[in-house]
Each structure stands twice: as structure tokens, then as C-alpha cells.
């Protein structure tokens, strides 16, 4: 990801395979199939969604190797290849991991459709 603010900052999964809107509400809230609760430091979280922040460092490039368990690229429960897809979302702020629903992340900066490759 290219040109956008150096920093910490929030990065999840959301619900939804969109990123119509300008803001990117399309992409609804955070990913979480199982009703867990937003964040690592709260009882019953996190959202399958949650991920760690990310730095992008000041040439305005994330370079990110993101590993979770919570979700699947196959069938099943966890599934991102549900009937209305997924979507990637990065932040204007971190997240905190604890403030429900989304972490206090601020705005959405950038959003990309998690697809099936051919």
C-alpha cells in the first residue's frame, strides 16, 4: 500500500467486500462471524477481524506480513469468502484495542476487497 501517512495504524478486517463509498462505509464494521467482542485486551475478544497495527513508515508505504488464525481463506466458519465478501481497511489512527466497536481507529484511509485469486 503507497501514499498514504506515516504512523501507526489500525488495520482490520471489515464485513463487507466494498469499498464504494468515499469514506468506505461500504465496507461495514468489523469482521466478527463469531459476535466476539472489538480487541485483544477486552473479555471476549477479539473480532475475527481484529488485526495488529500497522506502521507505515515515511515514505508512505505499508509493508505488512499479517498472520491470523481467526479466519480462513476456505470454506467454513471464518470463511472471507462469504455471500457478501470481505474487506481490508487501514485507519487514520491505532487502535486501542479495547474501545468498543472499532478500537477508537479514526477514519478510514484506505480499503481493499479481499478476492479469490485465478
Known amino acids: 500500500v503507497?501514499?498514504?501517512?506515516?504512523?501507526?495504524?489500525?488495520?482490520?478486517i471489515h464485513q463487507t467486500g466494498s469499498c464504494e463509498t468515499p469514506d468506505f462505509q461500504s465496507a461495514g464494521g468489523h469482521y466478527a462471524p463469531r459476535g466476539n467482542q472489538h480487541g485483544f485486551l477486552v473479555e471476549g475478544g477479539p473480532h475475527a477481524g481484529d488485526m495488529p497495527n500497522?506502521?507505515?513508515q515515511?515514505?508512505?508505504?505499508?509493508?505488512?506480513?499479517?498472520?491470523?488464525?481467526?479466519?480462513?481463506?476456505?470454506?467454513?466458519?471464518?470463511?472471507?469468502?462469504?455471500e457478501d465478501g470481505s474487506a481490508f481497511i487501514i485507519h487514520a489512527d491505532p487502535d486501542d484495542y479495547q474501545s468498543q466497536p472499532s478500537g477508537n481507529a479514526g477514519s478510514r484511509l484506505a480499503c481493499a476487497v479481499i478476492e479469490k485469486s485465478s
Open 2 to 12: 503507497t501514499g498514504l501517512p506515516a504512523g501507526e495504524h489500525g488495520f482490520h
Open 54 to 56: 500497522q506502521f507505515i
Open 58 to 82: 515515511e515514505d508512505g508505504i505499508l509493508r505488512a506480513h499479517i498472520r491470523n488464525d481467526r479466519v480462513t481463506l476456505g470454506e467454513g466458519e471464518g470463511t472471507l469468502f462469504d
